[in-house]
């Protein structure tokens, strides 16, 4: 596993320790404890895997983190980009969450929930009309995000005459477009044949990467794990490994 020493030695820039942070995490869906005071600590520059069985709360763990589903104890926070603070996603309003997310997480789901009825570059588009940028702009740089994934050329396309790693890529890229803190991937490749998950997972990890940017990845595959810079491994719900 490698591990990402010296972060904190980087003095050009003013060292932010950390970029979202749970503690005490806990979800339950009726009597199902799907989540048990998760404690998570999320830097910048680091790429994390979550592994564990079927059902042991990985998915819920993602989204508790994405401020998706609202924890029942235990808090999330979010550091603001620009070191005025931090903000407790709980403690914010479903519209100022929305925003947040739309600004500063990408998510990349197993199926991309891409709309079939838009092309490749309106679905990569979408983020940045969603947060105001004029639609030339928006088409302008969901073109380079796509080029950047591969796909040059394929921009016309609607989703349903890609390939699924193809479509794939363009959930990638959309989740890119706004340059955002945090990308989350839920099983991103399960869906894939295992050459051309090797493909978009590399993709993922090429693009996804940044000095300012975390990456977590749901997932069953232990090498894809192993090119994270560390794993979180649960179990019934509990963060049983976190190294
Ligand atoms: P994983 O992603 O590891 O497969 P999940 O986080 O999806 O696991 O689910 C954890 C547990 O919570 C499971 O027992 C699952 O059945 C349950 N669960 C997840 N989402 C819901 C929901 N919306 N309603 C009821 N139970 C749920
Ligand atoms: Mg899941």
Redesign the pocket.
Known sequence: MNTTPGRSTDAARPAMHWLLRAEGASKS??K?R??IGADVTITPGESVAIM??????????LHVLAGILPADAGTVILNRSDGSGHDDLAALSEDARSSLRLRRFGFVFQQGMLLPELTATENVALPLLLTGTSRAEAGARAESELTRLGLSGLGDRRIGQLSGGQAQRVAIARALITGPSLIFA?EPTGALDSHTANDVLDALLHTGRGPDRALLV?THDAQVASRCDRIIR?RD?QIEANA
């Open positions: 869906f009726g199902t799907a989540l564990g069985p079927s059902g042991s709360g990985k998915s819920t763990l839920d749901v649960l719900g």
